[in-house]
């Protein structure tokens, strides 16, 4: 089966903690992303990361940050994290990052922070 | 502010009837997608517009491109409630990609 997988499906932390969420593509594609969508279904993009070059979005907590060992992986990091952080995190990938190409999603991690 | 923008908020229709979801956005573009998301799943691409195109069918779903007023909207017709889900549009290259608030859609049966 061909798609993006997400683990864990859900995660509950306390304020100060560090997580670490993974995601896979199984797709060949070279290109992945990372989304937070917030309880309002608001959608927006954190990085962006093709092959070793990575865009981060200047909005982005300097606590996040991906990770890659290839260009089937890209995991997110969270250090110490806050309560604005509970949020969904989607992983995405596609197979071209300068067009109009479909982006694939995985299921998404839930983050709750208390 | 959202470079993209649904409307309405949310609406429910039965099965059967036809729905339409309004997309308005502030930026030339070249093209527009369309998205589902249905509940505990990630987005999923419905339809891809672009801006030298005033019409895109995909089975039940038509989506319009109006580039003079900016605005796009996806029709679906016969719903199912499996069409049950938020409906996005998304502007931008992939690496860029912005997505609307989205209108969540219920069929009921």
């Known amino acids: 089966e061909t798609a993006v997988f997400q683990t864990p499906n859900y995660h509950v932390t306390q304020v100060g903690n560090e997580v670490s969420f993974n995601c896979k593509q199984t797709?060949?594609?070279?290109?992945m992303y990372w989304y937070k969508q917030d309880s309002k279904k608001l959608l927006k993009i954190m990085f962006s990361?093709?092959?070793?070059?990575?865009?981060v979005n200047e909005t982005v907590p300097r606590r996040f940050s991906p990770q890659s060992s290839d260009k089937a992986h890209l995991n997110l990091r969270i250090k110490s994290v806050e309560p604005e952080d509970s949020a969904v995190y989607l992983c995405?990938?596609?197979?071209?990052?300068?067009?109009?190409?479909?982006?694939?999603f995985g299921p998404g991690t839930r983050l709750t922070v208390l | 502010s959202q470079l993209a923008e649904e409307n309405p908020w949310a609406l429910s229709v039965h099965e059967g009837e036809s729905v339409t979801v309004n997309c308005s956005y502030k930026?030339?573009?070249?093209?527009l997608q369309w998205y589902r998301q249905k509940s505990g799943e990630g987005p999923a691409q419905l339809i891809l517009?672009?801006?030298?195109?005033r019409e895109k069918r995909n089975g039940r779903l038509r989506a319009t491109l109006d580039t003079s007023s900016q605005s796009s909207s996806l029709s679906i017709t016969a719903t199912r409630c499996e069409d049950t889900a938020v409906y996005f549009c998304?502007?931008?290259?992939?690496?860029?990609?912005?997505f609307g608030s989205g209108t969540k859609v219920i069929v009921l049966p």
């Open positions: 995405a990938s596609s197979d071209d990052w300068v067009n109009y190409a479909e982006q694939f």
């Open positions: 797709l060949g594609h070279d290109t």
């Open positions: 990361y093709n092959n070793k070059q990575l865009i």
């Open positions: 930026t030339s573009i070249t093209a």
């Open positions: 517009i672009r801006s030298n195109e």
């Open positions: 998304a502007t931008g290259f992939a690496s860029a990609l912005t």
